[in-house]
């Protein structure tokens, strides 16, 4: 396969220019790119190219109907200073539980995981060094026919793209939990990482933050009562030594952090539970004083503590982060994984050569 990536390489790279010790996150762009196109039941033309922006027909599909998804996946340096990809043939995979929701064509997975190599190598000098800083990288697919016709689009483009981010200090957030707003419900999108969930979650989030709040606890659309996720990663709480996350019912996204959290804890033998839980569970864990930790999961910060939960105006006051034994243990064990610093005994990381 890796024969048929034509690459072009940049005449001006932008690296000299970088400053990797100040990084606002995502608006920094590594000089290349992957584009693969589809047309007539085909991927065709997959290449490498210099970053740049490009056109597109005013009509195209996605920008109407919303063909749209992505992924979100990070490469780091290992202590050899090799770039690295963590399991990076789950982020092939769910890309295409994605597209099969949207009615999108399936990315050969081989063709993923080879342009997504050659990228990286190509781009390695773009990777920050500290421990914590990543290659952000951003696989995605869009509809591209120019028709306004509602039908799935004919033609597609698959990009891959990076960036350089810093370090991700996750400061604990304040949670309202929603109960007028639904993120996803059982049979809807909220399984696929597609673009429109996140536009979808956009107004919930500004009205939580005008209320004070840092984010937004999803709730069931049915009966506002069973947690989903917080903003967009996955859930976790450690209530009286268990750990217990949502169980995925279609409504939840299935994070690659969280697959991977729970395959290290049950591996230690911690009691992990996958489950509905409910937010009435919570309170009462709260008052019985056996609500120990909670936290987000997912690729960017990996782990996001989480210091308060308010549902109706009660507040559910979390102890403090740094408590949190199970959380800071993942996000340390997965750090170092990237980094070469924790064995990798399950082969999650890629090695790029
Ligand atoms: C991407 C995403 C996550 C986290 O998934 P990871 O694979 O762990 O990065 C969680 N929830 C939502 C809604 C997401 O879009």
């Not at 120019?146 to 304040?174: H, L």
């Not at 930790?293 to 403090?320: C, F, K, M, N, R």
Request: with cysteine; aromatic share 10%.
């Amino acid at each position: 396969m890796s024969s048929n990536i034509a690459i072009t390489t940049t005449k001006n790279s932008r690296l000299e220019g970088i400053d990797f010790s100040n990084l606002a996150f995502g608006r920094s762009f590594s000089d290349h790119m992957f584009v693969v196109d589809y047309a007539e039941k085909q991927w065709v033309n997959p290449r490498i190219v210099p970053f740049e922006s490009f056109m597109i027909h005013p009509s195209a599909m996605a920008l109407h109907y919303g063909q749209a998804i992505f992924e979100g996946m990070k490469a780091s340096k290992n202590k050899d200073g090799k770039a690295c990809l963590f399991r990076p043939e789950l982020h092939a995979r769910r890309i295409n539980a994605s597209a099969r929701r949207m009615s999108m064509p399936e990315f050969p997975e081989e063709l993923f995981l080879e342009g997504l190599q050659q990228l990286v190598a190509l781009d390695s000098g773009w990777i920050p060094p500290q421990e914590g800083s990543a290659l952000y990288i951003r696989p995605f697919m869009f509809a591209t026919d120019g028709s306004f016709g509602v039908r799935p689009s004919d033609r597609y483009t698959f990009m891959i793209f990076t960036g350089p981010v810093g370090p991700y200090y996750a400061e604990p957030v304040k949670l309202k939990a929603e109960t007028h707003f639904v993120r996803a419900v059982p049979g809807g999108t909220g399984e696929a990482k597609a673009a429109g969930n996140y536009a979808g979650a956009l107004l919930p989030t500004e009205l939580a933050k005008q209320e004070g709040f840092d984010q937004v606890m999803w709730l069931d659309g049915h009966e506002f009562r069973y947690v989903q996720e917080v903003g967009t990663m996955n859930i976790f709480f450690v209530i009286d030594g268990k750990v217990v996350t949502p169980a995925t019912d279609g409504a939840i996204l299935k994070g690659i952090t969280r697959a991977t959290i729970l395959e290290i804890l049950r591996e230690k033998g911690i009691p992990v539970e996958e489950r509905k839980l409910d937010i009435h569970e919570l309170i009462a864990a709260h008052e019985q004083g056996t609500l120990q930790e909670a936290w987000g999961a997912g690729t960017a910060a990996v782990i996001a503590p989480i210091a308060s939960i308010t549902y109706q105006g009660q507040l559910i006051p979390l102890p403090s982060a740094d408590k949190f034994a199970i959380g800071n243990a993942m996000k340390d064990t997965i750090n170092g994984l990237r980094s070469g610093r924790v064995a990798d005994t399950h082969n999650w990381v890629v090695v790029v050569n």
